[in-house]
């Protein structure tokens, strides 16, 4: 049965959440429901993408206003009586449970996109509302787990459903060339403590004290701030401007994928990591940290390896014994990594798990 299905999240910038909800909302207008996404800050790089595939994108320009937001999301939902929300930020699924408390009759699911590390006051009040939600959809079991362990009364409601790698637009390079000397290493992340860069660099710093040969690009520098002129001071104390390279955020990720060697994720903690699976899709072997659902997601000596986040003596091993494989050992965990992904990242059942909801 046709349905009228809106996906709210705070933008559609080129980020992981942003992607997983767009390609839902594309996915779920090709099986011919009637799909809005709307947001209220004004990133829009996914914005030409839905207009191709049909799916209407609806700036809320007032909602950016926090005293407005509430009442912003309250017209537009009531003017546009959709049989299902699906939010994908924590400010727009507390806004819809309120509403659903006072009466509102649409079908709610509320996504998890990361895991909660602590309780604090803000997490506290929106699992509390969680409780109006009809489904809630952690992007790991990781948060699964966390859920039904603090609050068993909404375990009924829990539905895991990881992310999907579109498996036609992330593929390895037909063409890969290692001409050069070391190997390229890709980071991808915004700058924030939750990526654990400090204790990256430092391990960084000991690799090229021990003469090994690569470089590291790291994508992700959306603007600077006190975290992020931290992690350039310790770059120049540590001699490493000439190994260890900041970007902006790229719409080419898929390219960058495709020219690097490795793919390394140091973070303390994530949800179900895109960056993982998408390298993975493109044929990387990948060096990551023992946090959430990684464990699961790749196999440890297979197609990667896995080391303590806060053990740069551990982090700086795991990058060594990467850096001075052999091209075919690299060569084949890449091969690996592809076929991992293959398995368990299919949109297909991505979004049957979400028709079950819907």
């Known amino acids: 049965m046709k349905k009228h299905i809106l996906c709210l999240i705070e933008n559609i910038g080129p980020s992981g959440a942003e992607r997983q909800i767009t390609n839902l909302a594309?996915?779920?207008?090709?099986?011919?429901?009637?799909?809005?996404v709307a947001y209220y800050v004004k990133k829009e790089f996914y914005l030409p993408f839905l207009m191709e595939n049909d799916v209407k994108g609806c700036y809320l320009s007032e909602a950016a206003n926090l005293r407005k937001?509430?009442?912003?999301?309250?017209?537009?939902?009531?003017?546009?009586?959709?049989?299902?929300?699906?939010?994908?930020?924590?400010?727009p699924s507390m806004i819809t449970c309120v509403l659903k408390l006072f009466g509102a009759k649409f079908n709610l699911i509320?996504?998890?996109?990361?895991?909660?590390?602590?309780?604090?006051k803000r997490e506290k009040t929106k699992f509390f509302f969680y409780r109006w939600a009809n489904h809630i959809v952690p992007n790991s079991q990781s948060q699964g787990n966390f859920i039904e362990g603090h609050y068993p009364t909404l375990t009924p409601k829990v539905k895991v459903i990881t992310n999907f790698v579109d498996m036609d637009l992330f593929v390895p390079s037909e063409h890969k060339a290692y001409d050069h000397e070391g190997i390229n290493i890709l980071?991808?992340?915004?700058?924030?403590?939750?990526?654990?860069?400090?204790?990256?660099?430092?391990a960084i710093g000991m690799l090229k004290n021990k003469g090994l040969h690569f470089r590291v690009d790291w994508y992700g520098q959306d603007f600077k701030n006190d975290y992020s002129e931290k992690c350039y001071a310790l770059v120049k104390e540590k001699g490493l401007e000439d190994v260890l390279f900041f970007h902006?955020?790229?719409?080419?990720?898929?390219?960058?994928?495709?020219?690097?060697?490795?793919?390394?994720?140091?973070?303390?903690?994530?949800?179900?990591?895109?960056?993982?699976?998408?390298?993975?899709?493109?044929?990387?072997?990948?060096?990551?940290s023992r946090v959430s659902d990684v464990p699961q997601i790749m196999e440890d000596g297979?197609?990667?390896?896995?080391?303590?986040?806060?053990?740069?003596?551990?982090?700086?091993e795991k990058m060594e014994k990467m850096i001075t494989l052999t091209m075919e050992e690299r060569n084949q965990m890449g091969v690996r990594s592809r076929e991992i992904a293959v398995s368990k990242f299919s949109s297909d059942v991505f979004i049957h798990k979400y028709l079950e909801l819907v």
């Open 26 to 36: 594309v996915q779920l207008r090709k099986l011919g429901h009637e799909v809005e």
């Open 69 to 91: 937001r509430f009442f912003v999301l309250m017209k537009h939902i009531k003017a546009t009586c959709p049989d299902t929300v699906i939010s994908y930020s924590a400010s």
């Open 110 to 120: 509320v996504s998890e996109r990361n895991t909660t590390q602590r309780l604090d």
């Open 187 to 202: 980071c991808v992340g915004r700058l924030a403590a939750q990526k654990n860069i400090p204790r990256f660099i430092e």
């Open 248 to 288: 902006p955020q790229t719409s080419a990720i898929i390219q960058k994928y495709q020219e690097s060697d490795v793919l390394c994720l140091p973070s303390l903690y994530e949800g179900f990591p895109n960056v993982l699976c998408e390298a993975m899709c493109c044929g990387l072997p990948v060096v990551c």
């Open 302 to 316: 297979v197609n990667g390896f896995i080391f303590d986040p806060l053990n740069v003596d551990d982090m700086t």
